[in-house]
């Protein structure tokens, strides 16, 4: 038997222990934190939309119509309104013939990969996919090729290797915690040549990239093509619960074999509200999404005008790779002191030796406030020894 006592100290050691902050008052661009004002620059409510009115007001008002909680799994009587209304809703936004609600992002990854494959056959995945992803793979009892990082000649090679075993190609279209953006017009053409399906996990695309937010598949021009689509109600669209996006007979299939949709309670009423209310708003303010892009590209800019590299990121998720835990977790101290929070991120969430600070800017931050947090940032990055000097050229204005 494992001892709670000498894994926990184990942790501790390894510089990977883990404890709860406090949000006092409702997630916004700043927040009281443990009692102290910061600026937040590591949540996923991208679009500022967890605290819009209309959205809250949506959810208060399902729950005096329909109740808090559905009562059942949708297969037994727990199904309602809110949840039909907002499957057709997502549907039409994604561009797809169908869409079926799951309890969360990765309720839907772990349900539908191992609904979508099997014993005898080959799943392809990203290395760096998302956990959920990672553990459908596992349940689903498949084979698991692993491809390099955005490597289409290694994932070429594996497809090849599993000839008609290949049943499913399985890709972040944001990665989490690079905020780069997946190969997808080749991932698609690769699926097409090989007979395998396609499933695209648009966590941290919808709302930040394609026309009107509408993802990276929408971005790529895929929408319809790309076999699955899902997508989390828990980030841009500021509530809970998550999607799947597919053709009709698909999403048949999964109603029926997805177990984590079978046996699990269909979401709460006032959370598909409320992500049908940010769908509105998302559909009526898509200027949103393009004050996203640019604060992102600021806080992109601000960082490396500070000599901090951000790897790969072509989106509102900016990493600051640090290498080890434990500086990693100093730089996030060090600059929570002076008001900047931004969670340090170690492993398992990333590979060993790539701990870093994961920021993620929202379209309500101000343009100052992004400047700032990464003059905070740069300074306490020197100050520990943990960054170069800026590079002389380098400039906000570049
Ligand atoms: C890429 C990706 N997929 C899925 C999930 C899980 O979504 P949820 O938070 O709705 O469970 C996350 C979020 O943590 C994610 O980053």
């Known amino acids: 038997m494992t001892e709670i006592a000498d894994r926990l100290e184990e942790l501790r050691d390894q510089g990977l222990h883990r404890r709860l902050r406090l949000i006092e008052g409702r997630q916004g ?74 309890g969360s992002g990765y309720l839907a990854n772990t349900g539908v990969i191992a609904a979508l494959a099997g014993r005898g056959e080959v799943v392809f995945s990203d290395e760096l996919n998302h956990a959920s992803i990672i553990d459908g793979c596992r349940l689903s009892r498949a084979e698991t090729f692993v491809y390099r990082h955005g490597d289409l000649d290694h994932l070429a090679w594996g497809l090849r290797q599993a000839g008609k075993r290949a049943a499913l190609i399985v890709s972040d279209g944001v990665f989490s915690m690079d905020g780069d953006i997946a190969p997808l017009v080749d991932l698609q053409a690769l699926a097409n040549q090989h007979g395998c399906r396609l499933m695209v996990d648009e966590a941290h695309a919808t709302g930040a990239l394609g026309p009107g937010g509408r993802g990276s598949v929408a971005a790529a021009g895929l929408s319809g093509e790309v076999d699955l689509v899902i997508g989390t109600l828990g980030k841009a669209l500021g509530s809970y619960g998550a999607y799947a996006c597919a053709d009709q007979e698909t999403t048949d299939y999964l109603l029926n074999t997805a177990r984590s949709f079978v046996f699990s309670t269909a979401p709460p009423p006032p959370a598909a509200a409320a992500a049908m209310a940010a769908l509105e708003v998302l559909e009526s303010q898509p200027e949103r999404v393009d004050k996203l892009v640019a604060n992102a590209a600021t806080l992109r800019r601000a960082l490396a005008a500070e000599g901090l590299a951000v790897g790969d990121s072509e989106t509102q998720i900016v990493p600051v790779e640090v290498g080890a835990a434990a500086p990693t977790m100093a730089l996030c101290e060090r600059v929570l002191e002076q008001g900047v929070f931004a969670q340090g991120i170690r492993p398992p969430t990333v590979p060993e030796g790539s701990s870093r600070l994961r920021f993620t800017v929202m379209s309500t931050h101000r343009r100052e406030e992004l400047e700032r947090a990464a003059r905070i940032v740069g300074s306490a990055a020197r100050e520990l020894g943990i960054a170069a000097a800026p590079p002389a050229a380098a400039s906000l204005a570049a």
């Open 29 to 102: 661009p700043r927040v009281t934190l443990d009692g102290r004002a910061v600026l937040l620059l590591c949540s996923n409510d991208y679009l500022g939309l967890a605290a819009h009115p209309r959205v809250r007001g949506a959810a208060a008002e399902a729950a005096m119509r329909w109740g808090a909680g559905a009562g059942a799994s949708r297969l037994i009587s727990g199904n309602m309104q809110p949840h039909r209304r907002l499957e057709r809703r997502i549907a039409g936004f994604k561009g797809y013939e169908s869409a079926l609600l799951f």
